[in-house]
């Protein structure tokens, strides 16, 4: 069975420009989250989408950044534009469905922004 | 904010010598989760613990519950040198809202 897929793995770009990175979870897999992860420290839930719905994004920055999930499959997270302090992994998850509880994670995007 | 608070912040021990690292958490849980995460990889799922269970087992992974102390602690057995990485504990809240902690950083010298 194919893990998470994210692309790309690593990103840099300038200040005020625009990026957006790419997720698809495991075929079947209905819970989707997208986490930022700062170094030495856990993720933080951005967004979680139940198939196409965004069901949790109140800790989405909705200034800068968007998401969608088209169909309810594959992905898409965007900032623009992206400021220094969003350097930072982002790391996509799906579960099979919300009350699964159990993720599974792609091995994430780091994105350094200079 | 994050929920959880995981303790130490880091670890590190001789191979085959037991490792523990505790988790804490502020607000009422539906269940917990510890996940591991190898440098510059994703989170993995090693074991979840439900809010009416005190006790899990896993292969070489141990895990309580203590709901009264709002607390968690992991103990891996007979540590390996690839045990080496970061733990982190996840609380799932009502309305499956997850919450990770702050993760300790686990190394374990051959």
């Known amino acids: 069975e194919a893990g998470v897929v994210q692309s790309p793995r690593y990103k840099i770009i300038e200040k005020k420009q625009p990026v957006a990175f790419w997720c698809n979870p495991i075929?079947?897999?209905?819970?989707l989250y997208w986490y930022l992860q700062n170094l030495g420290q856990g993720p933080e839930l951005l967004i979680r989408?139940?198939?196409?719905?965004?069901?949790?994004d109140s800790q989405l920055p909705k200034d800068r950044f968007s998401a969608e999930r088209l169909k309810g499959v594959d992905s898409t997270l965007k900032i623009q534009p992206a400021e220094l302090g969003d350097s930072a992994v982002y790391l996509c998850?799906?579960?099979?469905?919300?009350?699964?509880?159990?993720?599974?994670f792609g091995p994430g995007t780091r994105l350094t922004v200079t | 904010s994050q929920q959880g608070e995981e303790d130490p912040q880091a670890l590190s021990i001789q191979e085959g010598e037991n490792a523990t690292m505790n988790c804490s958490y502020k607000?009422?849980?539906?269940?917990l989760q510890w996940y591991r995460q190898n440098s510059g990889r994703g989170l993995v799922h090693l074991i979840l613990?439900?809010?009416?269970?005190r006790e899990k087992h896993s292969g070489r992974l141990r895990v309580t519950l203590d709901t009264s102390k709002k607390s968690s602690s992991l103990l891996i057995t007979a540590s390996r040198a690839a045990d080496t990485a970061s733990y982190f504990c996840?609380?799932?809240?009502?309305?499956?809202?997850?919450?990770f902690g702050t993760g300790t950083s686990l190394t374990v010298i051959p």
């Open positions: 607000t009422s849980i539906n269940n």
């Open positions: 998850a799906s579960s099979p469905r919300a009350s699964s509880y159990e993720q599974y």
């Open positions: 075929s079947g897999h209905n819970t």
């Open positions: 613990i439900r809010s009416n269970e």
């Open positions: 989408y139940e198939n196409e719905e965004a069901v949790d």
């Open positions: 996840a609380t799932a809240l009502t309305g499956n809202q997850f919450y």
